[in-house]
Nanobody, 125 residues
């Protein structure tokens, strides 16, 4: 069983930055496509960003493009989400997820096999 543990969330002022980390157990981390999703209060969970197995390809939701950066270090079984220029609308619980193989639709929750418990990000205006 693969376990994903997020960290790095917290309270930050608008315009500030946070870096989320997601540590993954198991020896096959480098074979997973890794994604970040978020869920704001009263809203459905939504796609944020995804990174390919090698880290060479990334995709972002339009709402975070240019402000967030997803990356991974396969030697450490960890994926990161650097969040800059944070806005109040970025307030949400952030989840990392792992997909076995290449998702047809990387923005769909159903394409991912394993999920973390989430970390809260609160941006004050």
């Amino acid at each position: 069983q693969v376990q994903l543990v997020e960290s790095g969330g917290g309270l930050v002022q608008a315009g500030g930055s946070l870096r989320l980390s997601c540590a993954t157990s198991g020896r096959t981390f480098r074979s997973y496509v890794m994604g970040w999703f978020r869920q704001a209060p009263g809203k459905e969970r939504e796609f944020v960003a995804v990174v390919s197995e090698s880290g060479g390809s990334t995709y972002y939701a339009d709402s975070v493009k240019g402000r967030f950066t997803i990356s991974r270090t396969n030697a450490k079984n960890t994926v990161y989400l650097q969040m800059n220029s944070l806005k109040s609308e970025d307030t949400a619980v952030y989840y990392c997820a792992a997909a076995i193989g290449s998702p047809v639709r990387h923005d769909l929750e159903a394409e991912y096999n394993y999920w973390g418990q989430g970390t809260q990000v609160t941006v004050s205006s």
